[in-house]
T-cell receptor, first 112, second 107 residues
Framework: DTGVSQDPRHKITKRGQNVTFRCDPISEHNRLYWYRQTLGQGPEFLTY????????KSRLLSDRFSAERPKGSFSTLEIQRTEQGDSAMYLC??????????FGPGTRLTVL | KNEVEQSPQNLTAQEGEFITINCSYSVGISALHWLQQHPGGGIVSLFMLSSGKKKHGRLIATINIQEKHSSLHITASHPRDSAVYIC?????????FGTGTRLQVFP
């Protein structure tokens, strides 16, 4: 297993466009987390899944954001009508239960 | 006030120095995590601990549950230790992160 992977690694988009990111967790991990990190700050929690069920969403996750994990394996995070304030690094992590989380390399989003 | 506070925010050291980074938290936790982040964004988990002390190579992490405080120590620091070190806490699910400590070790 090659660890957690994310695609794309970088995304530049114009304000108002929709973007979708993908995360592939470590295969035996049942939990998948999305975090967002802005420059100079620590990551902030967005949402997490246990298998295919989305168990918690942060208040940071406005109605423009939606995440799915349809078969309990990979997950997608979609941002609709992007705004400049959405520019950040989007990090995915996975774990087996409440054990150590393993992070992907992140997707850096720039909204022009 | 943030739920997880780290100090210092920035730290410079000469190669070989002993380094300490501190973390205080104000919420109930099931575990505390120390993470390392290099330029480019990749985050690596260094330690996950819920009591006492753990050691891995030149890195030592301690936690005092009563005082809600943890420290990360680096012995015999090396330029390759230069990175951002992030403290995070968890209570069965998501991580709550500190803002990180940027460490630069000069030869």
């Amino acid at each position: 297993d090659t660890g957690v992977s994310q695609d794309p690694r970088h995304k530049i988009t114009k304000r108002g466009q929709n973007v979708t990111f993908r995360c592939d967790p470590i295969s035996e991990h049942n939990r998948l987390y999305w975090y967002r990190q802005t420059l100079g700050q620590g990551p902030e929690f967005l949402t997490y899944f246990q298998n295919e069920a989305q168990l918690e969403k942060s208040r940071l996750l406005s109605d423009r954001f939606s995440a799915e994990r349809p078969k309990g394996s990979f997950s997608t995070l979609e941002i609709q009508r992007t705004e400049q304030g959405d520019s950040a690094m989007y990090l995915c992590a996975s774990s087996f239960g409440i054990n150590e989380q393993f992070f992907g390399p992140g997707t850096r989003l720039t909204v022009l | 006030k943030n739920e997880v506070e780290q100090s210092p925010q920035n730290l410079t050291a000469q190669e070989g120095e002993f380094i300490t980074i501190n973390c205080s938290y104000s919420v109930g936790i099931s575990a505390l995590h120390w993470l390392q982040q290099h330029p480019g964004g990749g985050i690596v988990s260094l330690f996950m601990l819920s009591s006492g002390k753990k050691k891995h190579g030149r890195l030592i992490a301690t936690i005092n549950i009563q005082e809600k405080h943890s420290s990360l120590h680096i012995t015999a620091s090396h330029p390759r230790d230069s990175a951002v070190y992030i403290c995070a806490v968890s209570n069965t699910d998501k991580l709550i992160f500190g803002t990180g400590t940027r460490l630069q070790v000069f030869p």
